[in-house]
């Protein structure tokens, strides 16, 4: 089946600076992904959904000066942290649908932030 | 998207099979039913959708009620490996559409 793959799968990193996490798919081109947000013991909360060549639709209550998307090619899409704070530690992980399949969303790894 | 109603969790012996419920009863006509599941730390796997008819793959059988107002995710023959969360999320298969997950029910299979 379709794979996505996202980089890193875990960084730790100090208060206040910017980490990048990309998400690729790698066997299919994907004109939207989705990014998602996982704190211990609950369930996934969508962020945003990532649009190629377009402005990111964010979810309500998610600040989009804060978490940069960036969706420049059909296969990559990233989320930037920016100043990261203790409280942005989480999972995120990023989803795709292949472009000419309205079937199954194919999800990443997921990537581990820990803000020291 | 229509809310979904599962039990929080579920235990399952290793061998039987394992039968989770789903209550979707504001579900629309051309909304489909999907389950995925989330083993700890890892991104969710797509396991089987269907939108009227029972649908059966490598994974697992999907069973929906006639009216259409819940499901059953069926395991044959439960593993240890099993042991995750289960969400059934309801969903207009479209491109653009996004997948809103619920909290899902935590299955354990136990030896």
């Known amino acids: 089946g379709a794979v996505v793959s996202q980089h890193p799968s875990w960084v730790i990193c100090k208060s206040g600076t910017s980490v990048k996490i990309e998400c690729r798919s790698l066997?299919?081109?994907?004109?939207?992904m989705f990014w998602y947000r996982q704190f211990p013991k609950q369930s996934l909360m969508l962020m945003a959904t990532s649009n190629e060549g377009s402005k990111a639709t964010y979810e309500q209550g998610v600040e989009k000066d804060k978490f940069l998307i960036n969706h420049a090619s059909l296969t990559l899409s990233t989320l930037t942290v920016t100043s990261a704070h203790p409280e942005d530690s989480s999972f995120y992980i990023c989803s795709a649908r292949e472009l000419l399949n309205t079937g199954e969303l194919f999800f990443g790894e997921g990537s581990r932030l820990t803000v020291l | 998207d229509a809310k979904t109603t599962q039990p929080p969790s579920m235990d399952c012996a290793e061998g039987r099979a394992a039968n989770l419920p789903c209550n979707h009863s504001t579900i629309s006509g051309n909304e489909y039913v999907y389950w995925y599941r989330q083993i700890h730390s890892q991104g969710p796997q797509y396991i089987i959708h269907?939108?009227?008819n029972n649908e059966t793959n490598e994974m697992a059988s999907l069973i929906i009620t006639e009216d259409r107002k819940s499901s059953t995710l069926i395991l044959p023959h439960a593993t240890l490996r099993d042991t995750a969360v289960y969400y059934c999320?309801?969903?207009?298969?479209?491109?653009?559409?996004?997948?809103?997950f619920g909290a899902g029910t935590i299955l354990r299979v136990k030896s």
């Open positions: 269907g939108l009227k």
């Open positions: 066997d299919f081109q994907a004109t939207t």
């Open positions: 999320i309801v969903m207009l298969m479209e491109y653009g559409n996004k997948l809103v």
